[in-house]
């Protein structure tokens, strides 16, 4: 590493040292990073903002402070925790990767990457950030952060996702033999901070001298992104049935795939349009459109129709599924997508008196 190279990674170690964040899971100077917490922490963070873990990781602190603690929990319970966090598939491999921890490690996590990687839902970004961050080893922890960080500090023109191939060489480059785990959060703090999507404060940045499209006054140029291809539309159908008691009829979905373990309502399968003629889940119970939601996934948007039913006090469950009393329904593990079908269905109810509609849209 060239001594240029080199002063990078102290100049932003040095910034880090005055401008950290202060987060729930970040050990504080002096003290030694739980790995429980870092692992917890960075499997919530994937692929969700940090402003919308911090509660998420507290209750899950409290409720499961170690993780024994989350291994002995029912599995229910963790995926009721993790209502509306979205992407249910980590609640799972939380749950998975905690039985096995317990289990096999005698409640200790590996601190090699290598090993980390072996544990349910922890894949190279996860295992290095743990590795680095938790147990001080020399990782490359990239996540989109640091891409951006990176992408402007070397002004690279290959666009992306090609240019994510490139970046764990280049932050090699910068990155300080001493104290990787704090390189690492140093790295991941400058972009969300300091290099930010839009409007970064270039002019208080510790590396502005440094950094390339700074130089060419084109921050915001990078990093250079591909076209993106539309999102594709799928359809569905919903059914919020109340009994005359209150009751609301949910289902659990099956424990692959998405929204896999999740609470939900009856509903049809998502499609390129929807069904021709949709019936309830229970034979007679006559439906009324309440309207549509929209619902935004990775790879996908989503447009359901919620329909309504008046059920019998007396009527039975299909298989699969229960009745859930008015006071449960704020306790079920209910994704936001079901939440905002809830809502939708609420709004309906609270308004009109179902009438005799037909079943269909």
């Not at 190279?5 to 987060?23: P, Q, S």
């Not at 690279?156 to 996702?161: A, D």
């Not at 309440?290 to 007396?314: C, N, Q, S, W, Y």
Request: charged share 25%; proline share 9%.
């Amino acid at each position: 590493m060239s001594k240029s190279k080199a002063e990078i990674g102290r100049k932003l170690l040095r910034w880090y040292d005055c401008a950290r964040r202060d987060l729930p899971w970040r050990a504080r100077p002096g003290e030694r990073p739980d790995p429980y917490a870092v692992w917890l922490s960075e499997v919530m963070l994937q692929q969700t903002t940090v402003a919308a873990v911090g509660a998420y990781f507290l209750r899950f602190m409290k409720l499961w402070p170690c993780v024994k603690n989350l291994a002995e929990a029912p599995a229910e319970a963790v995926m009721r925790a993790w209502a509306g966090l979205g992407y249910y598939a980590r609640a799972r491999n939380l749950h998975a990767c905690a039985r096995k921890v317990a289990s096999e490690y005698g409640g200790r996590f590996p601190s090699e990457e290598a090993e980390l990687r072996r544990l349910p839902g922890v894949g190279p970004y996860t295992a290095a950030a743990i590795a680095a961050i938790a147990f001080d080893r020399p990782a490359i922890v990239v996540d989109g952060n640091v891409e951006r960080a990176m992408a402007r500090l070397r002004a690279l023109e290959t666009p992306f996702p090609a240019a994510k191939k490139a970046i764990p060489g280049l932050v090699a480059e910068i990155a300080p033999r001493a104290r990787p785990g704090d390189f690492a959060q140093a790295m991941m703090d400058l972009g969300a901070t300091i290099c930010t999507p839009r409007n970064p404060a270039c002019m208080i940045c510790p590396l502005n001298a440094d950094c390339a499209a700074q130089k060419l006054g084109a921050a915001e140029k990078f990093p250079v992104r591909a076209a993106k291809k539309p999102r594709p539309l799928r359809r569905g159908a919903v059914f919020y049935l109340r009994r005359a008691d209150g009751a609301v009829l949910t289902r659990t979905r099956p424990p692959r795939g998405l929204l896999g373990g999740m609470e939900a309502f009856f509903g049809t399968d998502w499609g390129e349009a929807l069904p021709a003629e949709v019936l309830a889940p229970i034979p007679g119970v006559k439906l009324a459109l309440a309207g549509e939601i929209d619902h935004v996934f990775t790879h996908f948007a989503l447009k359901l129709a919620v329909f309504v039913g008046e059920a019998p006090r007396r009527a039975r469950a299909p298989d699969g599924g229960r009745w859930r009393g008015a006071q449960d329904m704020a306790a079920a593990a209910l994704p936001s997508v079901m939440r905002k079908a809830e809502a939708r269905a609420r709004k309906f109810l609270a308004r009109a008196v179902l009438p005799d509609a037909r079943i269909g849209p």
